[in-house]
């Protein structure tokens, strides 16, 4: 679920049904419920939910619309709005947002869904208008601040939208408690140090990174917690910054020694203290370094594939739930790609998709070369091989933002926004 989905209180009728481990039992329970009492709109949202968490979205959807019918709840037609969208059933989905919240006009969760759903259509103004009346409602909701961080800076109003991205911090909590530092503020420190705080995903950590350098500019004594599977990559390429692996979850863990520092930040509030307008961004062509040796391996592997450019194809992302999943593509989506010659196309997806690269030889005759290791945890591995590769097209992923800081060209999609260019520094975010 992203933070938008809140579900209604169920029926105790079908508690035992949601808490089933067999889900034919399940469903013949909640069934059963329903044919003894088919016009209890809590059942019906129940298994709707149940139904939508198993991707079952088309009879999940049904679901929701008998229990909208039968309750009139602006709650119960929001639940059938956010199937609806996940169907792309974009106009059904309006028309159920829009009757929502003629029933309930100062619903801020109603509104803040309406506009995503015009945001996502590119309707900036009409997304802009609805944050704004969620905001006049409740100007600290933190969820329709932090989404509308993202409309305000794709419209390039960067000192609004870092501002409003503070917000993230109420939507998804808080990684470190009680650090006894002072939060910085930008200025240089002449006789402190720094904490920088990994926030987010992976992806996110990749692009905070590239305001280190600025950071060092303001302090050369900057500790850097991060992932672990990116902390060889972060140190190679961040010498003067002393890079500690932390895996993250309820504040420090009591096993990591506390640095001596006098100042923290949050990676993910740096653009907002030093990217305060587009002139700030570096022209540079990378800012990470792979491994001199590993990027040799990879690129005398990739040379036995041909002389042809050698494209990395990443499809899509590992969180395939709710709206998200709309974005991706199989690889049939690719067929017109397939059919351009000369090219070598190259795995960097990250899960497991064997039997999809063996349906793609199989069907268009083109073989899409995998490397043999896992490059969900081997992320330096991966930043050698992609070093070596001419241009990397990908969903929405960590892949694009890797690439992009290692100066490789990145061509980026989205389902139902076209193609586009992503070069380093851009910031290519989306509302929860």
């Keep these: 679920m992203t933070p938008d989905d809140h579900g209604t209180d169920d029926m105790p009728a079908a508690d035992a049904a949601l808490t089933a481990r067999d889900d034919e039992h399940a469903r013949r329970h909640f069934l059963a419920v329903l044919a003894a009492e088919p016009s209890s709109a809590g059942t019906h949202v129940a298994f709707g939910h149940w139904l939508r968490g198993r991707g079952e979205l088309t009879e999940a959807t049904s679901h929701y619309a008998i229990a909208a019918a039968w309750s009139g709840s602006a709650e119960d037609y929001r639940q059938l709005a956010l199937a609806l969208r996940e169907t792309d059933r974009e106009e059904a ?23 995503q759903l015009h945001f996502e259509n590119e309707a900036f103004e009409s997304a802009r208008t609805y944050w704004q009346q969620a905001l ?70 990749l692009l905070f990174a590239s305001c280190l350098p600025d950071v060092l500019e303001r302090t050369d004594r900057v500790t850097l917690f991060c992932e672990p599977r990116l902390a060889s990559l972060f140190q190679r390429s961040f010498p003067a910054v002393s890079v500690v692996p932390v895996q993250r979850g309820g504040g420090i863990r009591r096993e990591i020694e506390r640095p001596d520092c006098t100042h923290y930040i949050e990676a993910g509030s740096l653009p907002g203290l030093l990217r305060r307008s587009v002139g700030d961004f570096p022209d540079t062509p990378a800012y990470l370094l792979s491994d001199p040796a590993r990027r040799a391996y990879w690129r005398k592997w990739l040379a036995g594939l041909g002389r042809e450019p050698r494209i990395g194809l990443c499809w899509r992302s590992g969180l395939r739930n709710g709206v998200r999943a709309r974005h991706y593509a199989s690889l049939a989506d690719f067929a017109p790609l397939f059919a351009l010659p000369g090219i ?24 899409i070369s995998e490397p043999p290791f896992d490059q969900r945890t081997e992320l330096d591995e991966a930043a050698a091989l992609l070093a070596g590769l001419d241009l990397v097209i990908t969903a929405a992923t960590a892949v694009g933002e890797l690439a992009g800081a290692l100066g490789v060209p990145v061509w980026r999609f989205q389902i139902g926004c076209g193609w586009t260019a992503l070069g380093t520094g851009s910031l290519p975010w989306h509302p929860a």
């Design 136 to 205: 006049a409602i409740d100007p600290e909701h933190a969820l329709a601040r932090y989404n509308l961080a993202f409309l305000e800076l794709a419209c390039g109003d960067l000192v609004s939208g870092w501002s409003l991205y503070e917000a993230r911090h109420a939507v998804y909590g808080i990684d470190y408690e009680n650090l006894g530092m002072q939060r910085w503020d930008g200025k240089p420190l002449d006789a402190g140090a720094l904490l920088v705080l990994a926030e987010q995903g992976v992806g996110d950590e």
């Design 93 to 115: 989905a309006r028309r159920a947002f829009e009757r929502a919240l003629a029933i309930d006009p100062v619903s801020v969760t109603v509104l803040d869904n309406l506009a």
């Design 344 to 367: 070598r196309w190259v795995s960097v997806q990250y899960d497991d998709c064997a039997e999809e690269l063996a349906a793609v030889r199989q069907r268009f005759g083109v073989e």
